[in-house]
């Protein structure tokens, strides 16, 4: 594993899981991680939590660390490029997570720097982000596995082209949002049927963990799952004549078209 120095500038929620994720997955020391942020008291919790370094100064991560990833919020973003653009080099490898914030923001406001724009989402929390990535025109050959290697650390990483950004900031960005407001109903159904609220939240979430797994693990395409689970005349296909009748399939789809055309509206 390469040992690079890796540093962020912004040490809140987002920086905080990514952090303790890739020290957890790359056996770094956690001497080998810079962290600047405004604020003393989040400074003091990254110091005490995860032992990384801390400094008020987001020159000195820049001058310390090789790759640097920006966790500020987007609105931040432009008076924070003013003031470190002086000190990013051509040996930086610069990763944005901001939402919104196009690769051609970056590379117009830092004359120097290999941007990299990503689109994580709140599930670095747990290691199980999913890490959409474009690299910037600068970025050199051996980035993509150098991207590739950081994002797998703390989920999966997936290289998607620029123009599809609003529609992955939609689905795995804002998705953990809109399958939450799911598995709520889901809750609440069950909680219809008579059973506990703590049961019904137990039954939902391993359901939707232990599907989710049937799934990404590549046991089963979604119509062979619903197949597999479906015997003739049985519950599963009660349901499904029920729920194949909805209109949630096109709810669905309008949801995401929502969140997607929000997106593009944001960008910049
Ligand atoms: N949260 C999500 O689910 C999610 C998902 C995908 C992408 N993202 C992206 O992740 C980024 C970070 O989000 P977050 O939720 O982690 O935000 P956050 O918790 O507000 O963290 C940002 C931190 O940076 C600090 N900061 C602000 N200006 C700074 C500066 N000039 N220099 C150094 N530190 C500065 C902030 O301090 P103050 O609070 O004092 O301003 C705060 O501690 C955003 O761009 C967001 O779009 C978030």
């Known amino acids: 594993m390469a040992n690079e120095k890796i540093g962020f500038i912004g040490g809140g929620k987002m920086a905080e899981a990514i952090l303790a994720a890739l020290a957890f997955a790359t056996g770094r020391s956690p001497g080998d991680v810079i962290v600047s942020d405004v604020s003393a008291e989040r400074r003091d919790v990254l110091a005490r939590t995860h032992g990384v370094i801390v400094t008020p100064d987001n020159r000195q991560v820049l001058a310390e660390a090789d790759i640097v990833f920006l966790c500020v919020k987007p609105q931040q973003l432009e008076d924070l490029l003013v003031d470190v653009a002086p000190h990013v080099r051509g040996t930086h490898l610069v990763i944005s997570i901001a939402a919104g914030k196009r690769l051609a923001f970056f590379e117009s406001r830092l004359p120097a720097g290999r941007v990299v724009r990503v689109m994580p989402n709140l599930a670095a929390l747990v290691g199980a982000s999913m890490n959409a990535y474009c690299l910037g025109g600068r970025c050199r050959p051996g980035d993509r596995a150098t991207v ?96 194949t009748r909805t209109t ?21």
């Open 148 to 243: 590739d290697r950081l994002l797998s650390s703390f989920g999966q990483a997936l290289a998607v082209e620029e123009a599809l950004f609003d529609a992955v900031t939609a689905l795995s960005g804002s998705g953990p949002a809109f399958v939450a407001h799911w598995v709520e109903s889901a809750v609440q159904g069950g909680v219809g049927l008579g059973l506990s609220e703590s049961d019904a939240r137990v039954l939902t979430y391993q359901t939707l963990l232990g599907t989710a797994r049937l799934l990404a693990e590549g046991r089963f395409e979604p119509q062979a799952l619903i197949q597999a689970v479906s015997s003739a005349k049985g519950t599963t296909v009660a349901g499904m004549e029920v729920l």
């Open 248 to 268: 949630m399939a096109d709810d669905l789809r309008r949801t995401l078209a929502a969140a997607a055309a929000r997106s593009r509206e944001l960008s910049a």
